[in-house]
């Protein structure tokens, strides 16, 4: 969402960086927030990190 953002010039590009704070899960029950922190580099996104807390939901082995 962040670089997004940034890629279409929805946000101020003139700074380094862009942060932002999402929601999510809450449909599921499990509500959740994420940070996005987007790098900007010529007024275009140079490095994006997500940051928040994960849990494992199921785990699988798939075999090729």
């Known amino acids: 969402v962040g670089c997004y953002m940034v890629h279409f010039g929805l946000v101020d590009t003139s700074k380094p960086t862009f942060e932002y704070r999402g929601i999510q899960g809450e449909a599921m029950g499990r509500p959740g927030t ?6 900007i580099k010529d007024h275009k996104p140079a490095k994006v990190q997500i940051i928040g807390e994960a849990v494992s939901v199921f785990d699988t082995i798939l075999e090729v």
């Open 34 to 39: 994420v940070q996005g922190i987007v790098t």
